[in-house]
């Protein structure tokens, strides 16, 4: 049986249910509800598609910032409020700089480079697949470069982040 941390509280998934919310609230079918998808903002796309240079604009997000702007404030505003809120697709339109893409769900470390863009797969904190321990990826962005080191959950707990990983953060 897994386990996961919701609000502080172990709670115990059962049949791929997860009750994390308190179940005076949210334990047992209470009637219909709703939620609110929203899909690609695409910070970029808009200036791009306008220049008819798809493949290099993306430089002027200010279109799509005032448009989910917007959008926030709209589902603010609603009554009754929805239970959550999805937002997927693509958040920005890949602008020249673009060095990594990083992901998930493999359930293992992996990755590789395709013209100079590197795709970076993180194994689970949960089920491993592979060899690799559980545990998260540390990603550190500069103005000249991404480095990123996976570290297992005891070896991050225990030892923290590398000084050679803090001092790229130190720096200005």
């Known amino acids: 049986m897994s386990t996961a941390?919701?609000?502080?509280?172990?709670h115990k998934a059962r049949n791929r249910t997860l009750d994390a919310f308190?179940?005076?609230?949210?334990g047992e079918w209470k009637g219909p509800f709703y939620f609110i998808l929203g899909t690609d903002p695409q910070f970029g796309l808009m200036k791009a598609w306008s220049t008819g240079d798809c493949?290099?604009?993306g430089d002027e997000w200010g279109q799509e910032i005032r448009l989910t702007e917007q959008a926030v404030q709209a589902i603010n505003k609603l009554n009754p409020k929805p239970k959550f809120f999805v937002l997927c697709g693509d958040l920005i339109h890949a602008m020249p700089g673009v060095k990594a893409v990083f992901s998930g769900h493999y359930h293992r470390n992996a990755g590789?480079?395709?013209q100079n863009?590197?795709?970076v797969v993180s194994s689970a904190i949960g089920c491993q697949l592979g060899l690799d321990p559980h545990g998260l990826r540390v990603v550190v962005v500069t103005a000249d470069k991404i480095v990123h080191r996976y570290y297992s959950l005891d070896e991050l707990s225990e030892k923290g982040i590398e000084d050679d990983l803090m001092d790229l953060i130190k720096k200005k």
């Not at 941390?5 to 172990?10: D, I, M, N, S, T």
């Not at 308190?22 to 949210?26: G, N, Q, T």
Request: charged letters at 30%.
């Open 5 to 10: 941390e919701a609000g502080g509280v172990f």
């Open 117 to 119: 863009l590197d795709m």
């Open 112 to 114: 590789g480079t395709y």
């Open 22 to 26: 308190p179940a005076e609230k949210e």
């Open 55 to 57: 493949d290099n604009g």
